[in-house]
């Protein structure tokens, strides 16, 4: 089945610098790659999404870029706020087979 | 229904019990899934169910964990003989389909504490 890992495990940031995690992905089947936040205590909610035929997406202060050929995505977050805290999971799916996450990344944003 | 809703909430039972646990998907989405977090850990994929296609059992850990879903709608994950390793968050999330890129919703999950 799909193997996702995730890097790296925490990240700690000062209050407006970029944040950026990375994932890998094993099966080349995959063509859908989400990213979820899940804040101390809540439930992981969907954050941004990419697709294989897409190479990036931007949400204002999100993006997502997608490396097919190496098997790798990652996220970035700019101007980062101390509500950006959380953990981010990223995720792929291998046409309609489960959705298999990553290990997670734990960001502290540090006011 | 507003949201995915789970039950119980929390559990607590003895080492050698068997517990379920209860998944009620928001209202027409076909995809239903339950995954496992254990404290401070990441998502682990447990099982996966797609409208009435056999349902994908690959992430189960072991064969005292199965699951049900009646009528396409609502499940139950049973764990017999529950072990102390069992501890953890189970969270069922459902989606509107299984075409590949849908969103899931989570429910709040059920933590499972095996004394």
């Known amino acids: 089945g799909e193997n996702v890992e995730q890097h790296p495990s925490t990240l700690s940031v000062q209050e407006g610098d970029s944040a950026v995690i990375k994932c890998t992905y094993s099966d080349s089947a995959s063509n859908y790659f989400p990213w979820y936040k899940q804040e101390l205590g809540k439930r992981p909610q969907l954050i941004i999404d990419i697709r294989s035929n897409v190479g990036e997406k931007k949400d204002q202060r999100i993006a997502v870029t997608l490396n097919k050929t190496a098997k790798h995505f990652s996220l970035h977050i700019t101007e980062t706020q101390p509500e950006d805290s959380a953990v981010y999971f990223c995720a792929a799916r291998p046409g309609r087979r489960a959705l298999t996450f990553g290990s997670g990344t734990r960001l502290q944003v540090q006011p | 229904g507003a949201g995915v809703s789970q039950s119980p909430s929390n559990k607590v039972t003895e080492k050698g019990k068997d517990v379920e646990l209860r998944c009620d998907p928001i209202s027409g989405h076909t995809a239903l899934y339950w995954y496992r977090q254990s404290l401070g850990q990441g998502l682990e994929f447990l099982i996966y169910?797609?409208?009435?296609?056999?349902?994908?059992k690959s992430g189960l850990p072991s064969d005292r964990f199965s699951a049900e879903r009646t009528g396409g709608s609502v499940s139950t994950l049973t764990i017999q003989r529950t072990q102390q390793e069992d501890s953890a968050v189970y969270l069922c999330?459902?989606?509107?389909?299984?075409?590949?890129?849908?969103?899931?919703?989570f429910g709040e999950g059920s933590r499972l504490t095996v004394l």
């Open positions: 169910f797609q409208g009435n296609s056999a349902p994908d």
């Open positions: 999330a459902s989606s509107l389909d299984g075409s590949g890129t849908g969103e899931l919703f």
